[in-house]
């Protein structure tokens, strides 16, 4: 039967290869609705493509894009706008999946409200489950919302679990030791700390295996990408903080890995395209095809492993420690990191000092359980507030 697909971020990175993954298979799945941020031209020509029955758009690009339309002949496509409008496309009842790909916190309400109304929800916007944990576990128990892991090794980690494991997510039932949560360590890889205070932006997005949005991109180079996805492996698979290891992978080829009691280690490996988790997360747990080479091992022949240097690197303690605290400690090292990374890709700060104003953010608010999804945003906008001041206080 065809599936209605709702993509919220359908103009980003994921959003693209997401829309790559469905044109192969237009007898399965229909593209339902589609948000954008930015980029109108993308997403006019998403809707002559895909005849969406929905876009949405912030309100102050309506009329804008109500022009373009009308100049290409769509008239299939209605227009939302803002956070109204994404949730209401990301729960509309003829919606059967959602791809979460919208990047940061502005993700947060409309994943949640395709969790809260029960549909399948591929997970990419990795903030949005770190900003609210347990409450977005909680909600997608509730209403039996399937909640697939997009992140690439997260995806690969559900991969290498039993399958009846998301239905009871206990590690010493299924006789599991630990996670191996890869990382590419970025394109600063063995950088030392004074290099590092000189690096540009353009540097930092230029990943060596990977291409993705600017954001996750600096979070790569920081390994504060490994953190957040530390925490969100935390919650997706029920697992605390100490039974995940992060191990730098540079070749980005195995894409994380389970270990059993029995001395057993399984990995999920593959060529670096995202196209793959999103095939997976979209037909689990059945398989279909992508354009992805399968991978070749004699051309890759060599896989290297080391531990990652917490002295240059500190994001990834920053996060764990966070963890560790709960409450709302990962909402502000979230939203302190968020508007740090901005900072910086602004060239207003320098890339060492994104750590630095993620730890006094999370110095300088104390712990609190977090009680409801208003508590979350409260938080979040407190820790923005500090961590805009720090950025002042270090710009230059
Ligand atoms: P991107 O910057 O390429 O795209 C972000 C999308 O979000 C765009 O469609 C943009 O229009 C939309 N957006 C931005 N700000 C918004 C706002 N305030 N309100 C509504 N929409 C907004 O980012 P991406 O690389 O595609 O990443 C998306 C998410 O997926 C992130 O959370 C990222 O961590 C995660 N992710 C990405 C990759 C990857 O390979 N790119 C891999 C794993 C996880
Ligand atoms: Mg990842």
């Known amino acids: 039967m065809l599936q209605n697909v709702c993509i919220l971020g359908a103009t980003g990175s994921i959003g ?31 809707c002559q493509q895909y005849q969406p029955k929905f876009v949405v758009v912030p309100k102050a690009l309506q009329d804008q894009l109500h022009q373009a339309c009308f100049e290409h002949k769509i008239t299939q496509t209605e227009i939302l706008t803002d956070n109204a409008g994404l949730e209401y496309v990301a729960s ?27 549909k399948r929800v591929l997970l990419a916007n990795k903030e949005a489950l770190v900003m609210s944990g347990d409450l977005m576990m909680q909600s997608a128990r509730q209403s039996q919302a399937l909640l697939l892991p997009v992140d690439s090794e997260h995806n690969a980690i559900f991969q290498c679990l039993p399958e009846s494991y998301c239905v009871q997510p206990n590690i010493e039932h299924f006789g599991i030791s630990q996670l191996l949560l890869t990382a590419s360590g970025g394109p600063f890889l063995n950088m030392g700390r004074q290099e590092l205070a000189a690096v540009t932006p353009a540097q930092a997005c230029k990943h060596p295996n990977w291409s993705m949005g600017q954001k996750i991109s600096v ?73 992805v080479p399968a991978l070749d091992l004699f051309t890759q022949h060599r896989l290297d ?4 240097d917490h002295f240059s690197f500190p994001s990834l303690n920053l996060a764990r420690m966070a963890m560790k605290a709960g409450g709302v400690m990962p909402t502000v090292l979230n939203a302190a990191n968020e508007v740090a ?56």
Not at 22 to 42: C, I, K, M, W
């Open 92 to 118: 509309h009842p003829d919606v059967d999946v959602v791809m979460a790909a919208i990047v940061g916190s502005a993700g947060l309400l409309p994943t949640l409200a395709a969790v809260r109304a029960g």
């Open 219 to 291: 979070d790569s180079a920081t390994l504060m990408n490994k953190g957040l996805e530390l925490i969100e492996a935390c919650h997706l698979f029920a697992v605390p903080e100490h039974l995940i290891k992060v191990v730098i992978h540079p070749q980005s080829i195995i894409h994380s890995m389970v270990q059993y009691i029995d001395g057993s280690t399984l990995a999920q490996m593959g060529n670096p395209d995202m196209c793959t988790p999103i095939a997976h997360a979209l037909a689990w747990p059945k398989r279909i095809a992508t354009t």
């Open 341 to 396: 990374v901005d900072a910086f890709l602004s060239k207003r700060i320098t890339f060492t000092a994104i750590p630095e104003i993620v730890e006094s953010a999370l110095s300088r608010i104390e712990y609190s359980p977090a009680m409801s999804i208003e508590h979350i945003l409260a938080i979040d906008a407190q820790a923005r507030q500090i961590a805009s001041q720090d950025v002042s206080q270090k710009g230059r």
């Open 305 to 308: 492993f080391q531990e990652p």
């Open 16 to 46: 693209q290869s997401t829309l790559k993954v469905l044109a192969e298979h237009p007898e399965q799945y229909a593209v339902f609705a589609v948000t954008g941020f930015s980029r109108l031209d993308v997403l006019v020509q998403i």
